[in-house]
């Protein structure tokens, strides 16, 4: 069965770092693009980033360029990572995983909550 899990939320202070992450189970998720999106209170979900399937090439929105980094560990299994640097009460949101793959269905995870106090 195809699943997205993540893991790593929490409540931190402006300026802290926290670590999210993301196991995605299934034989060819490997193959899969990989993103992370969040959704804030009466928001609609955002992109947040992106890393292909190779994790050769990754992409930002604009906010949160120089402070997130996605990163990606297929050899071992398919495990997407989220470094958060610098948080502002601004990402306070439900994060969540996202696989994609042309042609094929789009996966999401059941989401995690982070909360950055001011």
């Known amino acids: 069965q195809v699943q997205l899990v993540e893991s790593g939320g929490g409540l931190v202070q402006a300026g802290d770092s926290l670590r999210l992450s993301c196991a995605a189970s299934?034989?060819?998720?490997?193959?899969?693009?990989m993103a992370w999106f969040r959704q804030a209170p009466g928001e609609e979900r955002e992109f947040v980033g992106g890393?292909?399937?190779?994790?050769?090439?990754?992409?930002y929105v604009d906010s949160v360029k120089g402070r997130f980094t996605i990163s990606r560990d297929n050899p071992k299994k398919v495990l997407m990572d989220l470094q958060m640097n610098s948080l502002k009460p601004e990402d306070t949101a439900v994060y969540y995983c996202?696989?994609?793959?042309?042609?094929?269905?789009?996966?999401w995870g059941q989401g995690t909550q982070v909360t950055v106090s001011s």
């Open positions: 890393i292909t399937w190779s994790g050769g090439n990754t992409a």
């Open positions: 996202n696989a994609h793959r042309y042609k094929s269905p789009t996966y």
């Open positions: 299934g034989r060819f998720f490997m193959l899969y693009a």
